[in-house]
């Protein structure tokens, strides 16, 4: 599944290689091959693509193709190419390790870690006099065997109602509820994607995605999300998609996870015609289309543009209500929800009853609750980007216009060894490779505001004091894997 960046491509994502900072009196082919090295760790230019040939990539930059020849030299000598004569140049990694991402799972019992690995909030207070509600009407339930494979009526009415709001007429035999997003994505790759088969997934992205990928052991290709200028590069993303065709691409285009970012609308229409023409499902994880901030516009839904069946959307209630209720759904053509269900039934057969009328009774009050978890969430955001800026101005921070998490440039390839430091003043992070699968994403850290102001400002104020002596001080040592949703 080789895909091929092209010289303009290429020279597009080095974009002012020559003149990166701290480049001295390194000579241009030093500072070419510095600068791929850079994309590599960064996962913008993914493992295993072909570089363009050499002349090809001298006339995309203007250079001598001696000095992509010394550049892929320094390269291949470092570890970061490949090549094989009559095959190309492809990207690799010094030592060719990849780290593969297993299921993060673990409870968080230490109750004075402030814990940053998990992005997700606390129950808002309607939630116990929706319980009470609930348990109060579950007698009209009782009377019946109480298994629901898609889910109750009324709940499925209610998400229903909920897409057609944001202009996706949705019925509710369209929509099928699950025990949370993670479950509407484990049903829906055991139902579409045969074991081996090709999958592009963006890096970075949600770790429990890619464990949920690595069970149905698929092949991964990665499309890498810039830091800041928007995140997808719509050319390299399609063109990645026509070069690979794979089976499925697994997308999270609303204030994506890890990223933030949110695709704008003419992508997702390209992404859809796309994937039709290389016979590519999408699955379109809205897990935070709830949670835009500062009154940002959201895009069309990227079903919007699907007239063949080929996008199946999942989501949930985890991020703008509570994560803690396990209520998530697909939205997909009917005969596939059908099918979904069946599949189901070998599985956990239905989701609880009393679940599910606390959910309807959450929705029907969602416009007051995402409101106050909106307000809440700018909040913390902005607390968190001040303290960020006070406490470690070397880090770059693109804030994000929704979701749960910053994306952080660091101020070097450090984030593993910062997370192992800052363990030892109780604060829990989630470092850059997580989110990625190949060792990649050193410079990056993912910290989500979902904790009250004083605890994240806490938790900022720590890892400073932590920061500067990691130099010194950062040792490789085992730790439990940190708790990430
Ligand atoms: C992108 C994404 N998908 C799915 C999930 C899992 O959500 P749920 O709790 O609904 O299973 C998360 C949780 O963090 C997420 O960020």
Redesign the pocket.
Known sequence: MTSLVRGTQLARLLGQWHALPGRRRSPDYAALAAAVRGLIADARLPLGVRLPAERELAEALRVSRTTVTAAYRELRESGHVTSRRGAGSWTTLPGGHRVASSGLWTPLDDLDMIDLGC??PAAPVELLSAARAAAEELPRYLGGAGYHPTGIGELREAVAAAYTRRGLPTSAEQIMITN????A?DLVLRLTLPAGAGVLVESPT?P??LAALAARRARLTTHGLAADAGGWDADLLLGSLRQTRPRLAYL?PEFQ?PTGHLMPVDLRERLVATAQATGTDLVV?E??VDLPLDGTAMPAPTAVFDRHSRVVTIG????PYW?GL?I?WVRAAAPQVQRLAAARVGVDMANPVLDQLLAVHLLADADAIVAARRAELAGRRDALVAALREFLPDWRVTVPRGGVTLWTELDGPISSALARATEEVGVRLAPGPRFGLDGTLERFLRLPFTLPAEELVEAVRRIAAVRYDLDQTARPRWREPAVI?
């Open positions: 992005a997700a949370g997003t993670q479950h994505l949600y429990n995605a999270i996870n994880d897990s935070f949930g209630m985890s991020k994560g396990r998530g949703a």
